[in-house]
């Protein structure tokens, strides 16, 4: 299962990086892309979308479900 997340805040790789080791740490996911031209992150895995969505606002940044 695939995930789409829109993430708003990332500024910089060191960004991009946060977001990415947060996604990972979610219990349920194998995989991790982030784009930071995008704004948008790719999470593989069975991974509930709110725990995402909460790891990535832990990190100080925003996100949501891509619809």
Known sequence: ???ELTV???????CETAVKN???SVPGVQDVR????????????EADPQALIAAVT??????Q???
Do not use: I
């Open 22 to 24: 947060a996604l990972k």
């Open 1 to 3: 299962m695939t995930t």
């Open 8 to 14: 708003n805040g990332m500024t910089c790789g060191h």
């Open 65 to 67: 479900v891509r619809a």
């Open 34 to 45: 982030v784009d930071l031209q995008g704004g948008m992150a790719s999470v593989q895995g």
């Open 58 to 63: 832990e990190e100080g940044y925003g996100a």
